[in-house]
């Protein structure tokens, strides 16, 4: 019967290390985990700044095109008027 109950304790002692084994990898896996959805939150607060920065940017952007814009029409504005008192001028000098 002394064999028998060494087997048993042995088998016991296995799993009890399996366990033991079991319970230390769940452990380290809850810590990754929890680093891990910090990591996720992170990087989402990030992307959201990232994303609210890039529309003012887009938003800017835009600003300063239609500004240049304005200042392109008001420059072609000017010059044909130049050209057209040029013309009138040279027209008014050749009668």
Do not use: W
Request: aromatic share 4%; proline share 0%.
């Amino acid at each position: 019967m002394k064999l028998g109950n060494d087997v048993i304790k042995n088998k016991f002692d296995d799993i009890d290390i399996k366990v033991d084994f079991l319970i230390e990898l769940c452990q380290m896996l809850q810590v990754e985990n929890l680093e891990l959805s910090s990591k996720i939150k992170d990087l989402e607060t990030e992307l959201v700044r990232k994303n609210e920065t890039e529309e003012l940017n887009a938003e800017q952007e835009a600003l300063i095109q239609s500004k240049i814009d304005g200042l392109l029409t008001k420059l072609d504005s000017f010059s044909n008027d130049l050209s057209n008192d040029a013309s009138k001028k040279e027209h008014q000098s050749n009668v």
